[in-house]
């Protein structure tokens, strides 16, 4: 078993409230730098931009486009990207899902984009760019949906939604007073079929609970009742955040296959915040 | 947003809200609140309101924003727990 360090939760400048600075090549050079094995990018209600981040880590990691090994990469070292969105439910709930593939998680999203409503000048103005970019960090195309906007699927929905593409339906930063499902349903549905808990915090073993009471931020020992395995994850929008938090998967290889049986602690595999 | 709700909703209050999950009933039995009224013309599905049933929370509907809900009810002289 080898140990992955991983940030499950990175947006690019496809989410309307990210910098522009998070493109591909970007984003895939800070994650390899502060020792990132994995990272999962998850655009609001989008997925317009995993594909160019998974080529631009495999130019990182010296591959051709093709899949033939260069003589000698850029930097030669692998990150592996896995392909995600942060589903807004109609709850206003933020819901990660992560997918096999890239083509899972492009067919989940056009799925939520056809809930989503249209954007205008003035959306542009006030949430910011929406840019789908190539693995250069090239803009591309502007995505004209809101996607800050809350989709029309409900929690079930979504959920169901994330599982039918294939992937595992993460409750977002359920530490936060803000689109969680703690702030936005007061409970946590224990029906809903999260496959896990995302926590907002640089380091879980660290954590001191929340000392405000029922605002909207659950404390971490409440979250443990819950029975779910939890990552922590930076929620990036700035390349400065990337790797920020993060949670070591103890596994046999940086896949999304063993990333899974690491969250269910499948023979030994497991998720640790050391 | 339902957790603030839980946390100062008065006892005996009414919730006016575009929220239609399960967990509304479930907050407003926390809360021991008498009545939730959907705005908007939104309606919960079949089990929604079997639970409201159960738990006997009096659940109303309008096609009204929640801001004109409120507006009205203040004006027939409801009032908030501080007032």
């Known amino acids: 078993m080898k140990a992955f360090a991983a940030d499950l939760h990175v947006h690019t400048g496809l989410s309307p409230c990210a910098a522009e600075e998070m493109t591909p090549p970007a984003i895939v050079q800070a994650a390899v730098e502060r020792g990132l094995a994995m990272i999962a990018i998850c655009d609001h209600n989008a997925a317009g931009n995993a594909r160019a981040t998974i080529e631009a880590a495999r130019r990182a990691a010296g591959f051709s486009p093709g899949g033939a090994t260069r003589a ?20 206003e709930v933020h819901v990660v899902g992560l997918f096999p593939g890239v083509g899972a998680a492009e067919a989940a999203a056009e799925e939520v984009r056809a809930t989503l409503p249209d954007g205008d000048e003035a ?27 809350a989709s029309g699927l409900d929690l079930s929905a979504a959920v169901a939604l994330v599982k039918k593409h294939g992937g595992v ?9 803000s689109f969680s499902v703690f702030s936005q349903l007061g409970l946590f549905p224990a029906d809903a079929g999260f496959d896990a808990l995302e926590v907002f915090t640089p380091c879980l073993a660290a954590a001191q609970p ?34 920020r938090a993060r949670s070591v998967f103890e596994m046999e290889a940086p896949t999304f296959e063993e990333l899974v049986l ?10 640790t915040h050391a | 947003m339902l957790s603030d709700v839980l946390a100062h909703a008065p006892k005996g209050g009414v919730l006016v ?30 089990a929604v309101r079997a639970k409201a049933v159960e738990e006997g929370i ?26």
């Open chain 1, 72 to 91: 000698r990469g850029a930097s030669g070292v692998k990150l592996t990207v896995i392909a995600g969105m942060e589903i807004t439910t109609a709850e």
């Open chain 1, 123 to 149: 959306y542009t103005r006030r949430f910011g760019g929406q840019r789908v970019m190539d693995a250069d960090g090239r803009v591309v195309a502007e995505e004209p949906k809101m996607l800050a906007a």
């Open chain 1, 169 to 177: 339906a993460v409750a977002a930063h359920v530490n936060r007073r």
């Open chain 1, 210 to 243: 929340a000392a405000d009471g029922p605002s909207g931020r659950a404390d971490v020992r409440e979250l443990r009742k819950l029975g779910l395995p939890m990552v922590a994850s930076s929620d990036s929008h700035f390349l400065a955040d990337i790797g």
């Open chain 1, 262 to 271: 690491a969250l269910r602690g499948v023979g030994g595999r497991r998720v």
């Open chain 2, 17 to 46: 809200t575009v929220q239609v999950h399960l967990n509304v009933i479930a907050v407003a039995v926390h809360a021991e609140l008498a009545a939730i009224v959907f705005a908007s013309g939104r309606i919960p599905d079949d």
């Open chain 2, 58 to 83: 009096a659940l109303y509907g309008s096609e009204r924003s929640a801001f004109d809900i409120v507006g009205r009810l203040y004006e027939l002289g409801v009032r908030g727990p501080r007032e």
